[in-house]
Antibody
Framework: EVQLVESGGGLVQPGGSLRLSCAASGFTFSSYWMHWVRQTPGKGLVWVSRINRDGSSTTYGDSVKGRFTISRDNAKNTLYLQMNSLRAEDTAVYYC???????????WGQGTLVTVSS | DIVMTQSPDSLAVSLGERATIDCKSSRSLLYSSNNKNYLAWYQQKPGQPPKLLIYWASTRESGVPDRFSGSGSGTDFTLTISSLQAEDVAVYFCQQYLSNPLTFGGGTKVEIK
């Protein structure tokens, strides 16, 4: 059974940093591209970032480019999202997702809540 | 960026009746090289993550009931629930995956009348 479990969310002050993790199991992690998608409470879905199988290629949404970094450790079956210079508008539930080629998210984690507030 | 616009924002349908959700993209999602539409539909129930229902505009994900169907091409797409069941109460999102950034529609909330 495919499982994705996010962790690392919490309350952080504006300008602060946070690193999210996503532990994957039930599939060959290194064979799949992976995504981060966020959802503002009560609002819609916004794609954040995507990484290829070996971590050599990454893409980002405009709102996080230059502040967030996606990475992965295939030996640990774990996806990461390093978030720097956080803003109030980054407050959201962050989901990791497995990519179904070309870029459909076929499995989603339960999400982790990030709150940016002073 | 490709803008995805869904309508209506919400709809209430009686049990057993048809529910129809529309999704429009700001440019064509039909890729001429393979004649495929890069459009997916997701279902999100309260307190849960989204679940993939349909991709390539009309291909049902494994395990998804056949009362869910997707149609359309180019810039205009539709998700149809042929006979609404109580467990179908959810928010439905469309998503384009033709180009980066991937973008989602604003969502349509489906309720029981």
């Amino acid at each position: 059974e495919v499982q994705l479990v996010e962790s690392g969310g919490g309350l952080v002050q504006p300008g602060g940093s946070l690193r999210l993790s996503c532990a994957a199991s039930g599939f060959t992690f290194s064979s799949y591209w992976m995504h981060w998608v966020r959802q503002t409470p009560g609002k819609g879905l916004v794609w954040v970032s995507r990484i290829n199988r070996d971590g050599s290629s990454t893409t980002y949404g405009d709102s996080v480019k230059g502040r967030f970094t996606i990475s992965r450790d295939n030996a640990k079956n774990t996806l990461y999202l390093q978030m720097n210079s956080l803003r109030a508008e980054d407050t959201a539930v962050y989901y990791c997702g497995r990519d179904r080629d070309p870029a459909v998210v076929d499995y989603w984690g339960q999400g982790t809540l990030v709150t940016v507030s002073s | 960026d490709i803008v995805m616009t869904q309508s209506p924002d919400s709809l209430a349908v009686s049990l057993g009746e048809r529910a129809t959700i529309d999704c429009k993209s700001s440019r064509s999602l039909l890729y001429s090289s393979n004649n495929k539409n890069y459009l997916a539909w997701y279902q999100q129930k309260p307190g849960q993550p989204p679940k993939l229902l349909i991709y390539w505009a009309s291909t049902r994900e494994s395990g998804v009931p056949d009362r869910f169907s997707g149609s359309g091409s180019g810039t205009d797409f539709t998700l149809t629930i042929s006979s609404l069941q109580a467990e179908d109460v959810a928010v439905y999102f469309c998503q384009q995956y033709l180009s980066n950034p991937l973008t989602f529609g604003g969502g349509t909330k489906v309720e029981i009348k």
